[in-house]
């Protein structure tokens, strides 16, 4: 059994903190996780299990981060980009890293995204806010020394445990078909991700800090395309399922035109902050362009299968290790004050 950690993790008490602090907990590491709000349902129950402590406090408040940092060795930062923005999530994940340092944490470990509009040459079309926004930073910390303070990045992706619930497929009540309706075009893949796994790769990075010096770690299940995801349906339930690509008219139907991030913003009017119309209009923009891993937001499968031969590596996988049901889209992870669309993590 790998040494007991003292692991701070910045961002909240949403999704992908909770799977992390479980998994960290369950091994033995201590764990400590601000919340704003230690009263919430998720925060009581992290609370409640063995190994991890919910403090009270603001991630984005210098003051709050000095205190925490006291005898944390570790640290996993999980930036909020939804409810604060791309210019103050560039600016805290920063601020967050040069207060890791000088309070004298050893690893720091940061939740990314791909940095797809770059690779596209910056098309305008591939620009996706709370995606750039964490991406940016990764390249910051790219530029940054090892010696003193480890660092590691943890690329994520869209959660299962969202999009599947979330835009869960519907009943064709005439054919009895289950019917996926998503804007992935006709061919367009998602690279999902398991909140599991992970979980996972996260304790396994802390465990092993040498691996992935001043590395980046890509995680994912595989890319999945809509007909591939109504076919793993059928196969997990017996149940006669297709996919048909959404319109853009119903998709623009969906999104509503108010703003996102603005908790930390000079207020509403700001001109970098993004409705969920558009953002999440590239955000699928980017999906319908990636056939396979071929596409802007790619994966290195073989490196995931060498580390953790028994991840996830199907939907079809996935679907069966929750028992996955469509009619149960209430089990979404994320909680948002913007329901419809199951945009962002306001947890703690």
């Given at each position: 059994m790998a040494r007991s950690l003292n692991i701070l993790i910045l961002g909240g008490a949403g999704a992908q903190n909770s799977y992390v602090a479980q998994e960290l907990a369950q091994a033995g590491h201590k764990v400590r996780i601000l919340s704003?709000?230690?009263?919430?349902?998720?925060?009581?129950?992290?609370?409640?299990?063995?190994g991890i402590e919910v403090a009270q406090g603001d991630t984005y408040d210098e003051e709050v981060l000095t205190s925490a940092f006291e005898n944390i060795e570790s640290v996993f930062v999980n930036t909020n980009g939804f409810a604060i923005g791309e210019k103050s999530e560039i600016y805290w994940s920063i601020r967050i890293y040069e207060l890791a340092l000088w309070a004298g944490v050893k690893h720091f470990i940061y939740s990314t995204l791909p940095f797809v509009s770059k690779k596209s040459g910056f098309n305008p079309k591939f620009r996706v806010p709370f995606v750039d926004g964490k991406a940016k930073f990764g390249e910051y910390l790219k530029s940054q020394p090892t010696d003193v303070m480890n660092w590691s990045l943890l690329e994520s992706g869209p959660y299962a445990e969202d999009s599947l619930y979330r835009r869960a497929p519907k009943l064709d009540e005439k054919?009895?078909?289950?019917?996926?309706?998503?804007?992935?075009?006709?061919?367009?893949?998602?690279?999902?991700?398991?909140?599991?796994?992970?979980?996972?790769?996260a304790r396994y990075m802390f465990e092993n800090p040498e691996e992935f010096r001043g590395d980046l770690l890509s995680v994912g299940i595989k890319h999945t395309s809509g007909a591939e995801l109504a076919a793993a349906l059928t196969a997990v339930t017996g149940k006669p399922s297709k996919y048909v690509p959404m319109t853009e008219e119903k998709f623009r139907q969906i999104f509503p035109l108010i703003k996102l991030g603005v908790a930390h913003s000079p207020g509403y009017d700001d001109p970098t902050l993004w409705t969920p119309q558009k953002m999440f209009y590239n955000w699928f923009t980017v999906w319908t362009n990636s056939i396979g891993n071929t596409g802007l937001w790619t994966r290195d499968y073989q490196r995931l299968d060498k580390i953790k031969p028994d991840r996830i590596r199907t939907v079809e996988e996935w679907m069966r290790s929750v028992d996955y049901d469509p009619e149960k889209s209430e089990k979404s992870v994320l909680k948002s004050g913007y329901t419809l669309a199951g945009i962002g993590e306001v947890v703690g």
């Open positions: 704003r709000d230690t009263e919430k349902e998720e925060p009581k129950k992290l609370a409640a299990l063995p054919t009895g078909e289950w019917i996926w309706d998503l804007f992935l075009g006709e061919s367009g893949c998602m690279a999902l991700v398991s909140l599991r796994d992970l979980a996972w790769f």
